[in-house]
């Protein structure tokens, strides 16, 4: 399976989001064949998470619907553990937040707890951006608690690691990001997928992108990661790459042996070309 994810940012008003939803449902209609097999999770700005969690259940109850009126049945036939299963897992996209709080309640002014993703409908949430990392000083450790947070309300982190120019310059840019996994999952376990997003700093938002090659070194060391140290820590292992994903780069970065799905921004912003880095 690949994971494509929809990194918004702090983009999109809700006129924005609503047009980007209906592109969303008529192109997944139109291409559900190559689309139904890839995890796609749009990370909206918090505020728009409530409004595309009710447009995501208003899909999925006419599908529910239509599901009974097929198999001649009632609302009433099904568990809640079935109504739960058919309605979430007809969502043609999954939502995550992008970032989340370590703490549960409290003084915390403009932040958002891990449970509040959860009750508007997130199953991930991406943690450790570089935006945050360094825009907001967040080290390793206070990202190593936030996935905990996360993991207590069963949403899936999407780790962010990723070195600066100046470290790649250096050469050091390998043992950077053994560091930051290191740190970031240090005293973390129980892990249902470990999600690891590959972001080199230089690459975010300013067209440039890494070779294959330098792709794939990092791809090796973290496949070597998740064999020796994190075989244990997760059911599943995925490796996304994220910084200047396009339509027309996506397909070389994702036949990348050890790369499963991409970390997409500004690109995301356009539905169509969302889909069409999904489609392939
Ligand atoms: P970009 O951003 O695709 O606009 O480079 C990626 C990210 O920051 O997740």
């Given at each position: 399976?690949?994971i494509?994810?929809?990194?918004?940012?702090?983009?999109?008003?809700?006129?924005?989001?609503?047009?980007?939803?209906?592109?969303?449902?008529?192109?997944?209609?139109?291409?559900?064949?190559?689309?139904?097999?890839?995890?796609?999770?749009?990370?909206?700005?918090?505020?728009?998470?409530?409004?595309?969690?009710?447009?995501?259940?208003?899909?999925?109850?006419?599908?529910?619907?239509?599901?009974?009126?097929?198999?001649?049945?009632?609302?009433?036939?099904?568990?809640?553990?079935?109504?739960?299963?058919?309605?979430?897992?007809?969502?043609?996209?999954?939502?995550?937040?992008?970032?989340?709080?370590?703490?549960?309640?409290?003084?915390?002014?403009?932040?958002?707890?891990?449970?509040?993703?959860?009750?508007?409908?997130?199953?991930?949430?991406?943690?450790?951006?570089?935006?945050?990392?360094?825009?907001?000083?967040?080290?390793?450790?206070v990202?190593?608690?936030?996935?905990?947070?996360?993991?207590?309300?069963?949403?899936?982190p999407?780790?962010?690691?990723?070195?600066?120019?100046?470290?790649?310059?250096?050469?050091?840019?390998?043992?950077?990001?053994?560091?930051?996994?290191?740190?970031?999952?240090?005293n973390?376990?129980?892990?249902?997928?470990?999600?690891?997003?590959y972001?080199?700093?230089?690459?975010?938002?300013?067209?440039?992108?890494?070779?294959?090659?330098?792709?794939?070194?990092?791809?090796?060391?973290?496949?070597?990661?998740?064999?020796t140290?994190?075989?244990?820590?997760?059911?599943?292992?995925?490796?996304?790459?994220?910084?200047?994903?396009?339509?027309?780069?996506?397909?070389?970065?994702?036949?990348?042996?050890?790369?499963?799905?991409?970390?997409?921004?500004?690109a995301?912003?356009?539905?169509?070309?969302?889909?069409?880095?999904?489609?392939?």
């Amino acid at each position: 399976m690949k994971i494509i994810a929809a990194n918004w940012k702090m983009n999109n008003s809700f006129d924005e989001c609503d047009a980007w939803l209906d592109g969303f449902f008529s192109g997944y209609t139109k291409n559900i064949d190559k689309l139904k097999d890839v995890e796609m999770i749009l990370c909206p700005p918090h505020i728009l998470l409530d409004y595309i969690d009710s447009e995501l259940m208003e899909d999925s109850m006419k599908h529910l619907d239509s599901l009974m009126t097929q198999q001649n049945k009632s609302i009433e036939d099904f568990s809640e553990e079935e109504l739960n299963e058919i309605v979430l897992g007809s969502r043609p996209i999954r939502i995550g937040g992008q970032d989340c709080h370590s703490g549960e309640s409290g003084s915390y002014t403009g932040s958002v707890s891990a449970d509040m993703l959860s009750k508007v409908g997130c199953e991930y949430v991406i943690l450790g951006h570089s935006d945050r990392r360094d825009g907001c000083f967040e080290n390793s450790d206070v990202v190593a608690k936030k996935i905990s947070a996360a993991l207590a309300k069963k949403l899936t982190p999407i780790i962010c690691v990723g070195e600066s120019k100046a470290v790649r310059e250096k050469k050091e840019h390998l043992a950077f990001i053994e560091k930051q996994i290191e740190e970031t999952l240090a005293n973390n376990s129980g892990f249902e997928s470990l999600v690891i997003a590959y972001e080199p700093i230089w690459a975010i938002g300013t067209g440039l992108v890494p070779t294959i090659e330098e792709i794939q070194e990092v791809a090796n060391l973290v496949k070597k990661l998740f064999e020796t140290k994190y075989a244990n820590i997760a059911n599943k292992h995925y490796l996304l790459y994220g910084g200047s994903v396009k339509e027309s780069n996506a397909k070389s970065i994702l036949d990348i042996n050890g790369v499963d799905g991409l970390l997409v921004g500004g690109a995301s912003l356009n539905v169509d070309e969302f889909l069409n880095i999904c489609q392939n």
